[in-house]
């Protein structure tokens, strides 16, 4: 048998392989270079629009539009209720229009304190007609008492168009704002479900490159390590014989190409995993899915609509 011919087709199908295989990773690996760069872009393009989208919020007056909405609204309350017909803090709350940037929680107590109260000014009113009524009966026997018809107040809260207007250009401010907070939510979770599992930073290409990296000194290097074998075909394969091949002017040849092949495959092979998305953008960008980072008044207008959701289907 002839090794020479032997070492030489399995040396130059190695390097064959190698080629094709290497040329096909490396590609990918560039692809998958520039992929990484355009949605590192795009993340800091979502992130700064959400951003300012948190600012936008930020310059909202939901304090100053939460105090005087609703308390217009406490003071429609008053005009609802009826002698001997309460109705429920919830239908009360139902009927009337208070800001959705308050906690649901705290209107429906305020609403069961006025109700409260109210019945007691109720009874004490009452008693305090039934002492005047039995003291008129007492200084003027056989005359009724009429008690004299209350004056109703004009409602001066009505009057204030201005502050009605200024209400209004401020919910839709507030509004805008919301819808634009909704839109980079949808925005980031996208952009999250790209991001998320690194796909750049494929295992599988890591692999490759391992066994390519096999493959090259095994199937390429280490068999031209035994050429030109003698006519006699003997070689010796031991390890005694390492080290007089690599100081030989063929040794520092394989070296050099080895060191060369070797360094191209570890940058590639670095490139590949270091494609990956810090830690802290995925976390940004999953905060950013959720109302509450916009505001944490976004966050009451959530879950004032889920609670109720939850007590209109009660």
């Given at each position: 048998?002839?090794?020479n ?17 290497g ?99 109720l ?12 003291s ?8 009724a ?26 919910r ?74 690599l ?18 495959l ?5 490139l ?22 916009y ?20």
């Open positions: 048998m002839d090794w011919w032997f070492f030489s087709s399995l040396s130059q199908s190695s390097a064959a392989i190698v080629g094709i295989f040329a096909f990773i490396i590609t990918k690996i560039l692809s998958n270079q520039s992929t990484y760069s355009e949605k590192v872009h795009k993340c800091r393009d979502t992130l700064t629009k959400c951003r300012r989208a948190v600012d936008a919020a930020d310059g909202l007056y939901f304090r100053w539009y939460n105090k005087h909405t609703n308390n217009r609204q406490y003071e429609k309350l008053e005009e609802l209720f009826e002698d001997e017909d309460y109705l429920s803090p919830e239908q009360y709350f139902d009927q009337l229009n208070f800001s959705d940037f308050s906690p649901r929680e705290e209107i429906l107590e305020r609403i069961s304190l006025a109700i409260e109260r109210h019945k007691t000014m009874d004490a009113e009452r008693e305090a007609l039934r002492q005047r009524a039995a008129y009966q007492k200084l003027n026997p056989g005359f008492y009429l008690e004299p018809a209350p004056q109703k107040l004009p409602n001066f809260s009505s009057l204030n168009m201005d502050l009605i207007e200024n209400l209004q250009k401020e839709d401010a507030i509004d805008s704002v919301a819808r634009e907070a909704r839109h980079h939510m949808r925005l980031a979770s996208d952009m999250l479900d790209s991001i998320k599992g690194n796909p750049e930073s494929s295992p599988q290409i890591t692999y490759a490159l391992i066994l390519v990296t096999m493959l090259f000194f095994l199937g390429v290097v280490y068999p031209l390590s035994f050429m030109p074998v003698n006519p006699e075909g003997s070689f010796n394969i031991s390890l005694d014989n390492f080290f007089p091949v100081f030989s002017l063929k040794g520092a040849f394989l070296s050099s190409l080895s060191a060369i092949f070797g360094a191209v570890v940058m590639f092979f670095w590949n995993i270091s494609l990956k998305h810090p830690q802290e953008t995925i976390e940004k960008l999953e905060s950013y899915t959720k109302i509450s980072s505001s944490e008044y976004f966050s009451i207008m959530d879950r004032n609509e889920s609670l109720g959701a939850a007590s209109h289907d009660g």
